[in-house]
Nanobody
Framework: QVQLVESGGGLVQAGGSLRLSCAASGSIFSINTMGWYRQAPGKQRELVATITSGGSTNYADSVKGRFTISRVNAKNTMYLQMNSLKPEDTAVYYC????????????WGQGTQVTVSS
C-alpha cells in the first residue's frame, strides 16, 4: 500500500515563503512522476508542478519563477519551495505520485492548506 503524506502548509503574508514536503512510503516503482496540485474553494484542482524520477520538471505558468519543485529519490520525498507568495496561491495543495507498469498507478496525499493573506 502506497501512502503520501504532505506537510509544511500554513498561513503566510503576501510576499512570504513556504516549503511543502511530500513523503511517499510503500512499494513504489522507481521510474515515476511526482507532482503538486492545488484546489482553491469553488475551483477545480489544477497542476502546480511536476518532477520525474529523472529530474525533469514542469510548471504552471502562474508559478514559474516563484516556485521550485525538487525531490530526493532515495527518500521518496518531494518538495515545493514557494517564494513571493500571492493571495491567489491560497489553496489546498495535494501531492500526487504516478507510474506506468502494465497500467497506471495513481496515488494522492490528503492535502495541506496554504493560506496567503494580503
Amino acid at each position: 500500500q502506497v501512502q503520501l503524506v504532505e506537510s509544511g502548509g500554513g498561513l503566510v503574508q503576501a510576499g512570504g515563503s513556504l516549503r511543502l514536503s511530500c513523503a511517499a512510503s510503500g512499494s513504489i516503482f522507481s521510474i515515476n512522476t511526482m507532482g503538486w496540485y492545488r484546489q482553491a474553494p469553488g475551483k477545480q484542482r489544477e497542476l502546480v508542478a511536476t518532477i520525474t524520477s529523472g529530474g525533469s520538471t514542469n510548471y504552471a505558468d502562474s508559478v514559474k519563477g516563484r516556485f521550485t519543485i525538487s525531490r530526493v529519490n532515495a527518500k521518496n520525498t518531494m518538495y515545493l519551495q514557494m517564494n513571493s507568495l500571492k493571495p491567489e496561491d491560497t489553496a489546498v495543495y495535494y501531492c500526487k505520485l504516478i507510474w506506468y507498469k502494465g497500467g497506471a498507478y495513481v496515488y494522492w496525499g490528503q492535502g495541506t492548506q496554504v493560506t496567503v493573506s494580503s
